[in-house]
């Protein structure tokens, strides 16, 4: 099988930044007497996109203070972005400059939900982007993912088939997303995602190096 095109997650494929995001909302919850757990994290940030907020709702937190505390989550989020000067997930600049090497036409985006402003905080200065033929954050689709509509908009954007790309998740919500979409799936593993066997993908790989032999073959 060739194909011409793959569409990317972000945070724990291309950056290893899922641990800021589970640190940024474990500290809202905190002073609520919750501490979330990595699987809490999986849960319902990762498997589902329901986040922990029905936790304050069970308590008696308003929805103004909970749409106040997610808007505390962000900020925090962002602060801890730049402090971690975030870098590429090993291998992953290797790879990508692979990938754009001269050979037969590939074209890549990225699909994330990542607010534009925490994406542009993650790659400011990094040297990842010039390897995509777009971006598309949460801004630029009404339903996030697992809804299929991110990655049918990457399509689009490709200009290709289904059946002539696939996409690289590292989560069941995206996983979800793209299989409704009737994309390929290839599941990069990671440390909160290890566990989980990600039914339904198509392929599972537990390394960069095992993904970059995948789609090299693939090409």
Same mark, same amino acid.
């Given at each position: 099988?060739?194909?011409?095109?793959?569409?990317?997650?972000?945070?724990?494929?291309?950056?290893?930044? $899922?641990? @800021?995001?589970?640190? !940024?909302?474990?500290?809202?919850? #905190?002073?609520? &007497?919750?501490?979330? *757990?990595?699987?809490?994290?999986?849960?319902?940030?990762?498997?589902?996109?329901?986040?922990?907020?029905?936790?304050?709702?069970?308590?008696?937190?308003?929805?103004?203070?909970?749409?106040?505390?997610?808007?505390?989550?962000?900020?925090?989020?962002?602060?801890?972005?730049?402090?971690?000067?975030?870098?590429?997930?090993?291998?992953?600049? $290797?790879? @990508?400059?692979?990938? !754009?090497?001269?050979?037969?036409? #590939?074209?890549? &985006?990225?699909?994330? *939900?990542?607010?534009?402003?925490?994406?542009?905080?993650?790659?400011?200065?990094?040297?990842?982007?010039?390897?995509?033929?777009?971006?598309?954050?949460?801004?630029?689709?009404?339903?996030?993912?697992?809804?299929?509509?991110?990655?049918?908009?990457?399509?689009?954007?490709?200009?290709?088939?289904?059946?002539?790309?696939?996409?690289?998740?590292?989560?069941?919500?995206?996983?979800?997303?793209?299989?409704?979409?009737?994309?390929?799936?290839?599941?990069?593993?990671?440390?909160?995602?290890?566990?989980?066997?990600?039914?339904?993908?198509?392929?599972?790989?537990?390394?960069?190096?095992?993904?970059?032999?995948?789609?090299?073959?693939?090409?």
């Amino acid at each position: 099988m060739r194909i011409e095109g793959i569409l990317w997650d972000n945070d724990g494929v291309l950056v290893d930044t $899922e641990r @800021l995001f589970y640190q !940024s909302n474990r500290e809202v919850f #905190l002073p609520f &007497g919750i501490d979330l *757990s990595e699987l809490d994290f999986f849960n319902w940030y990762l498997a589902d996109n329901c986040g922990a907020w029905h936790l304050l709702e069970q308590r008696g937190v308003t929805q103004q203070h909970i749409a106040e505390l997610r808007d505390d989550r962000n900020r925090r989020y962002a602060e801890l972005l730049l402090d971690a000067a975030v870098t590429p997930i090993a291998g992953v600049a $290797e790879m @990508l400059s692979a990938l !754009s090497a001269p050979g037969p036409r #590939l074209r890549m &985006g990225v699909v994330t *939900s990542s607010m534009g402003y925490h994406f542009e905080l993650i790659h400011g200065k990094l040297d990842l982007l010039r390897h995509f033929a777009f971006v598309l954050t949460a801004e630029a689709y009404a339903q996030p993912k697992p809804s299929p509509e991110p990655y049918l908009l990457g399509l689009e954007r490709l200009g290709l088939q289904a059946a002539q790309c696939v996409v690289v998740e590292d989560s069941p919500r995206g996983l979800q997303a793209a299989t409704a979409a009737g994309i390929r799936c290839i599941v990069l593993r990671h440390a909160l995602t290890r566990h989980y066997d990600f039914p339904g993908a198509w392929r599972i790989v537990d390394s960069v190096a095992e993904l970059h032999s995948l789609l090299a073959g693939l090409r």
